[in-house]
């Protein structure tokens, strides 16, 4: 047995060489009937399967016709959608390489950069219909930092969103629970008709991990207005 530290923290090793976290994490893929499903179809992540889930129960993807998906690697909600609409046009961005997917445009960039949201724009083409975001900053194992990180990825999909979507678009987002998703729903509320939540059950029970679903985008002009009247 080997013994290997960082930051304070102790990593043990068995025999084979893998950490505890690692062998657990190994175990834990291994019996995942999701994971198993993805292989045998063709999904490149488990989290496809959120994406069918959260499309079954709000039909986010009916009539789609230019879709942004930011934190896009490895591609699962991106081959979900090329599956389900082909004829969408699809821009993915991620800080991680990603294998080409047939039909999506792939950016390796921070979407944090300057230039991402001109880049992306640029790259669709027009309007989007629907913005997806699964993005998740990389955590440091302190909760209510890595809630903090994640909020400031999506409160960024928001800004973008507003700026890029179609009256009537959708924005999907994936939030960690913490305590600033208050105010995420509030100004959630006051540019989309409805503001919904879901953990759908492709969701792991142990992840603190939810989505926001908000719909009926109200337009340009009513996200102005709602600017002015919070500066007010
Ligand atoms: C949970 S994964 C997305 C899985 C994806 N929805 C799928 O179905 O395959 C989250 C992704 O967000 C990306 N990400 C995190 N922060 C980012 C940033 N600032 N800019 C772009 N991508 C980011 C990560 O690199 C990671 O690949």
Same mark, same amino acid.
């Given at each position: 047995m080997?013994?290997?530290?960082?930051g304070?923290?102790?990593?043990v090793?068995?025999?084979?060489?893998?950490?505890?976290?690692?062998?657990?994490?190994? /175990?834990?893929?291994?019996n995942?009937?999701?994971?198993?499903?993805?292989k045998?179809?063709?999904?490149?992540?488990? *989290?496809?399967y959120? +994406?069918?889930?959260?499309?079954?129960?709000f039909?986010?993807?009916? &009539?789609v016709?230019?879709?942004?998906?930011?934190?896009?690697?490895p &591609?699962?909600?991106?081959?979900v959608?090329r599956?389900?609409?082909p004829?969408?046009?699809?821009?993915?961005?991620d800080?991680?390489?990603?294998?080409p997917?047939?039909?999506?445009?792939?950016?390796?960039?921070? #979407?944090m950069d300057?230039?991402?949201?001109?880049?992306? /724009? /640029?790259?669709?083409?027009?309007?989007?219909?629907?913005?997806?975001?699964?993005?998740?900053?990389?955590?440091?194992?302190?909760?209510?930092?890595?809630? +903090?990180?994640t909020m400031g990825?999506? /409160? *960024?999909?928001?800004? #973008?969103?507003?700026d890029i979507?179609?009256? &009537?678009?959708? #924005?999907?987002a994936?939030?960690?629970?913490?305590?600033?998703d208050?105010?995420?729903?509030?100004?959630?509320?006051?540019?989309?008709?409805?503001?919904?939540?879901?953990?759908p059950?492709?969701?792991?029970?142990?992840?603190?991990?939810w989505?926001?679903?908000?719909?009926? #985008?109200k337009?340009?002009?009513?996200?102005?207005?709602?600017r002015?009247?919070?500066?007010?």
């Amino acid at each position: 047995m080997s013994r290997g530290g960082s930051g304070g923290r102790t990593r043990v090793k068995t025999a084979r060489g893998r950490t505890a976290a690692s062998q657990r994490w190994l /175990e834990r893929q291994l019996n995942d009937p999701y994971v198993r499903r993805a292989k045998a179809e063709g999904y490149r992540s488990r *989290a496809a399967y959120k +994406l069918i889930e959260l499309d079954e129960r709000f039909g986010l993807l009916k &009539g789609v016709r230019r879709v942004l998906d930011l934190g896009i690697a490895p &591609g699962g909600w991106s081959q979900v959608v090329r599956r389900q609409v082909p004829a969408a046009s699809i821009v993915g961005i991620d800080l991680l390489p990603v294998d080409p997917i047939d039909g999506v445009t792939i950016m390796q960039l921070d #979407f944090m950069d300057d230039s991402a949201p001109r880049l992306l /724009e /640029e790259a669709l083409g027009g309007q989007a219909d629907l913005v997806l975001s699964d993005m998740a900053a990389n955590t440091v194992g302190h909760p209510q930092t890595d809630h +903090l990180r994640t909020m400031g990825l999506v /409160e *960024a999909g928001v800004d #973008f969103a507003c700026d890029i979507l179609r009256p &009537g678009g959708a #924005f999907v987002a994936k939030v960690l629970a913490g305590g600033a998703d208050n105010d995420l729903v509030a100004t959630l509320k006051r540019n989309f008709t409805a503001v919904k939540h879901a953990k759908p059950p492709a969701s792991r029970k142990d992840s603190s991990e939810w989505y926001v679903i908000a719909q009926g #985008f109200k337009g340009r002009a009513a996200t102005v207005d709602a600017r002015a009247d919070e500066e007010r």
